[in-house]
């Protein structure tokens, strides 16, 4: 079973602070990475992907991604009350799937 | 105005019965999914499909079915051999395999 994990519990930070989150995967053939972002009671919307060793930036968020040690973290800088979520990390697979976390929930203080 | 949608936003089912959800998209994306999403979990694959009248089982794949006979339609049908079917259904599209997937707004499905 190709796994992605998001280990850390819920995440608060105060409005204007970074929210730092991570994500590790076990396929190493994964070439694609997705953050989505999900309200309460709402669809995954997508914020951000990456394909690219490095960083990654647009507008507040910035991905960053290190496939030698398998990882893919999402950093929201300045954040809001409206990035109060659930974020989910998801990954390519071999066979034309995306493999998903179970997310990671952001409560931003304001 | 172009998107994903499902219908209904929430469906209740009785026991022994069959229902289906609908997904439509007008993306003119090839590549089309089902996921069912459980309290504080993540999204498991039940189904896709890349491409017209072929679809791939997915993780969760008992007790549902699916047909793809339009490009723009994906129907999952929760059969009454799903016996824990209460969960929140979302349909994805992409334009190809493995690559962004855009989700429309869900159903939600209740057991009576």
């Known amino acids: 079973q190709k796994e992605v994990e998001q280990n850390s519990g819920p995440l608060s930070v105060p409005e204007g602070a970074i929210a730092s989150l991570n994500c590790t995967y076990s396929d190493r053939g994964s070439q694609s990475f997705f953050w989505y972002r999900q309200y309460s009671g709402k669809s995954p919307e997508l914020i951000m992907f990456i394909y690219s060793n490095g960083d990654k930036e647009d507008g507040r968020f910035t991905a960053q991604l290190n496939k030698a040690s398998q990882y893919v973290s999402l950093l929201i800088r300045d954040s809001q009350p409206s990035d109060s979520a659930t974020y989910l990390c998801a990954v390519s697979q071999g066979n034309n799937r995306l493999a998903f976390g179970k997310g990671n929930q952001v409560v931003v203080i304001p | 105005d172009g998107g994903i949608t499902q219908s209904p936003k929430y469906l209740f089912r009785k026991e022994g019965q069959n229902v289906t959800l609908s997904c439509e998209q007008n993306l003119n994306h090839d590549a089309m999914y089902w996921y069912r999403q459980d309290p504080g979990q993540g999204l498991r694959l039940i189904y896709y499909s890349q491409i017209v009248n072929d679809f791939q089982k997915g993780d969760i794949a008992e007790g549902y079915s699916v047909s793809r006979e339009k490009k723009e339609s994906f129907p999952l049908t929760v059969t009454s051999a799903q016996k824990n079917p209460t969960a929140f259904y979302l349909c994805?599209?992409?334009?190809?395999?493995?690559?962004?997937?855009?989700f429309g707004p869900g159903t939600r499905l209740l057991v009576l």
């Open positions: 994805a599209s992409s334009i190809g395999s493995g690559v962004t997937q855009y």
